[in-house]
């Protein structure tokens, strides 16, 4: 697999003999240090929590820090950012990117679904808080399971 690639995944990561990894198909897994994460600021302290959406006690996390985060994934309900080995933020602790749009676009969920029927005008400035690759293409994800393609944002 060559460096700075494109890589599907399939669901989240999986412990192996002490090191997490992601599956890629065919039966075949990728070492999940090897993934290259976005790095993102803390807007006010921050709880960090486990795989089960509980607080994990006396770690708390800084405001202006700088995060290393990595997927966004669903845990009773709420939407937190992977940080490093088992360990969760709230995605709504962050300083977001804003982008100005670059076409008309849709809102999309994590699964690459359109949501309802909302047009975003070009022009309009969007806040942005990481990268997903959804379906082989790129989304940015603009908090509460809302996604744009990230084409929409570039200028042709």
């Keep these: 697999m060559a460096r700075n690639s494109l890589v599907k995944t ?6 192996i003999n002490d090191k997490y990894f992601y599956y890629i198909g065919n039966s075949q897994y990728v ?3 090897n993934f290259v994460g976005s790095e993102l600021i803390l807007k006010h302290d921050a709880y960090v929590y486990d795989a089960d959406g509980n607080r ?14 990595y997927e966004t994934v669903k ?3 709420r939407e937190f950012y992977s940080i490093h080995f088992g360990r ?14 670059a076409h008309n676009a849709y809102v999309y969920s994590e699964r690459g679904v359109r949501i309802g029927t909302e047009v975003l005008e070009k022009g309009r400035k ?4 990481s990268t ?4 082989g293409e790129k989304y940015y994800h603009a908090g509460h399971g809302r996604y744009i393609l990230a084409a929409n944002f570039e200028k042709k």
């Design 10 to 15: 399939y669901g989240e990561k999986v412990l």
């Design 31 to 33: 070492i999940a240090s």
């Design 56 to 69: 994990i006690e006396r770690e708390v996390l800084k405001k202006g820090e700088k995060i290393k985060t």
């Design 75 to 77: 845990i009773a309900g």
């Design 88 to 101: 969760y933020l709230a995605t709504g602790n962050f300083v977001g990117s804003e982008l100005e749009l």
């Design 126 to 129: 969007i806040k942005i808080y």
């Design 132 to 135: 997903r690759l959804i379906n």
